[in-house]
C-alpha cells in the first residue's frame, strides 16, 4: 500500500488514476448502503443484521425444510425493513453511476442484494449475490418481482402452480449464480483499476474478484473507515473515510 502524507493528496492521487483508466470497476459491499441506512451482516454497526436474528434463517436447508420460519426472517430483513426505512441511494452509490455516465467506471460488481446502485442509476451492475428485487418457484421456476408476492401469506406461494416462492439472492449453502460469477471474473481480467468500498473482503468466492484485478498489474483504490483483509497486502490508495465523504471528496476531484 502506497501511503499518503494526507487524504488530500491521496484523494487527488485516486482522482488522477481514475482519469487515466482504461477500464476501470467497483467491487461493493455493506459499508457502501450503511449510511443510507442498511445495516451490516456483521458489522460493527448496533444495528447489525444478525444481532437480531438467526442466520440460519437463510440456509437454504433451513429453507426448504421450515420456508415459515425463513420467510418471517427474509420479510423482516429485506422487504418490510426497506421500506419501512424508505432505504435510497447515497452519494456513493450516484457518485459510482455518474462515473460510469462519464465513462470512468465499466461495472459495478457488488456483493450486496438491495438494488441501490440501480435505483442511483447504474446500469452495468453485476449483482455477485444475486437480489432480492425477484423471486422464483422453486417448483415451476417462474420468476416474479418480489413486489408481486402477497407478503401477508406467511410462506408465499406461486400463482401458477402453488409452490413455494425463493426470493432470488444466494442463500447460506448456495453456490454463486454462474452468468454474475463468470461476468465478475471477466470484467476482473480487463480491469486496470478496481475500487473497493466498504467490503471487508473476507466473504469468498467474491473477495478473489480485487485480487485478481491486482494480480493482473491493476491499481486497487479501497474506501473502508477501518483496514479489510485486503489493506496492508493489496491496495494501492487507501482511503481511510466512510463512502458518502469519500466520493463527495473525489466526485469535486474529477468534476463529476
Request: with cysteine; net charge negative.
Amino acid at each position: 500500500m502506497k501511503t499518503m502524507p494526507d487524504i488530500d493528496q491521496t484523494i487527488e492521487q485516486v482522482a488522477r488514476v481514475l482519469k487515466d483508466s482504461k477500464h476501470a470497476i467497483a467491487f461493493t459491499g455493506a459499508g457502501i448502503s450503511l449510511e443510507s441506512g442498511v445495516p451490516t451482516f456483521r458489522g460493527n454497526d448496533e444495528d447489525n443484521i444478525w444481532s437480531r436474528y438467526d442466520p440460519e434463517d437463510i440456509e437454504i436447508s433451513r429453507f426448504m425444510s421450515n420456508p415459515a420460519k425463513s420467510w418471517k426472517t427474509i420479510k423482516d430483513c429485506f422487504y418490510f425493513f426497506m421500506q419501512d426505512r424508505h432505504i435510497e441511494p447515497n452519494v456513493a452509490h450516484k457518485s459510482l453511476a455518474k462515473m460510469e455516465e462519464k465513462g470512468i467506471v465499466r461495472a459495478v460488481i457488488t456483493q450486496n442484494i438491495d438494488n441501490l446502485h440501480q435505483e442511483a442509476g447504474s446500469h452495468r451492475v453485476i449483482e455477485f449475490h444475486g437480489t432480492t428485487r425477484t423471486a422464483t418457484c422453486v417448483r415451476c421456476h417462474k420468476t416474479v418481482e418480489a413486489s408481486q408476492l402477497d407478503m401477508s401469506q406467511k410462506i408465499p406461494s406461486c400463482d401458477k402452480c402453488g409452490g413455494l416462492m425463493k426470493p432470488d439472492f444466494v442463500f447460506f449453502g448456495e453456490g454463486i449464480p454462474s452468468e454474475a460469477y463468470s461476468e465478475s471474473m471477466n470484467e476482473a481480467e480487463k480491469a486496470d483499476v478496481c475500487i473497493v468500498v466498504g467490503s471487508s473482503a473476507v466473504v469468498m468466492p467474491a473477495a478473489m474478484i480485487p485480487v485478481k484485478v491486482k494480480q493482473n498489474g491493476g491499481v486497487l483504490i479501497e474506501i473502508n473507515p477501518t483496514p479489510s483483509a485486503l489493506t496492508h497486502q493489496y491496495v494501492d490508495y487507501y482511503l481511510p473515510l466512510g463512502a458518502v465523504e469519500a466520493f463527495t471528496r473525489i466526485g469535486k476531484a474529477i468534476k463529476i
